[in-house]
C-alpha cells in the first residue's frame, strides 16, 4: 500500500514557475513509477510527465515538454515536478500516482493522490 499526498499547487501568473511535489509514505517507493496528471475544470483528466523506479527513464506529453521537469528522490520517497513558463492552459488539478511496474509510463497506475490546485492567472 502506498498513500501519496500532492503539495505546492497555487496560484501563479502566466510565465510563472511552480513545484509540485508528491510525498509518498509505504514500503518500497524506490520500486514504483510515478506519474503526474492532471485534471482541468471540465475536462478529462491527461497524462503530464512520468519516472521509472530509478529515475533513468523520463516520458513527457506533448504539453510538457520542453516546460516541465519530473525528478525523483528516493532517499525522500519524494517526487517532483518542477513546471516552468507557466500558461492558463495549465490550470487544473494535478495528481500524482504510482504503478509498480517500474517503468516509466502513463497506464497501469496502482494508486493515487488527491491532487493539487494550480491555478494560472493574472
Known amino acids: 500500500q502506498v498513500q501519496l499526498v500532492e503539495s505546492g499547487g497555487g496560484l501563479v501568473q502566466p510565465g510563472g514557475s511552480l513545484r509540485l511535489s508528491c510525498a509518498a509514505s509505504?514500503?518500497?517507493?524506490?520500486?514504483?513509477?510515478m506519474g503526474w496528471f492532471r485534471q482541468a475544470p471540465g475536462k478529462e483528466r491527461e497524462s503530464v510527465a512520468a519516472?521509472?523506479?530509478?529515475?533513468?527513464?523520463?516520458l513527457y506529453a506533448d504539453s510538457a515538454k520542453g516546460r516541465f521537469t519530473i525528478s525523483r528522490d528516493n532517499a525522500k520517497n519524494t517526487v517532483y515536478l518542477q513546471m516552468n513558463n507557466l500558461n492558463s492552459e495549465d490550470t487544473a488539478i494535478y495528481y500524482c500516482?504510482?504503478?509498480?511496474?517500474?517503468?516509466?509510463?502513463?497506464?497501469?497506475?496502482?494508486?493515487w493522490g488527491k491532487g493539487t490546485l494550480v491555478t494560472v492567472s493574472s
Open positions: 500516482a504510482a504503478s509498480n511496474r517500474g517503468i516509466a509510463g502513463f497506464d497501469g497506475m496502482n494508486y
Open positions: 509505504g514500503r518500497a517507493f524506490g520500486m514504483y513509477a
Open positions: 519516472i521509472s523506479w530509478s529515475g533513468r527513464d523520463t
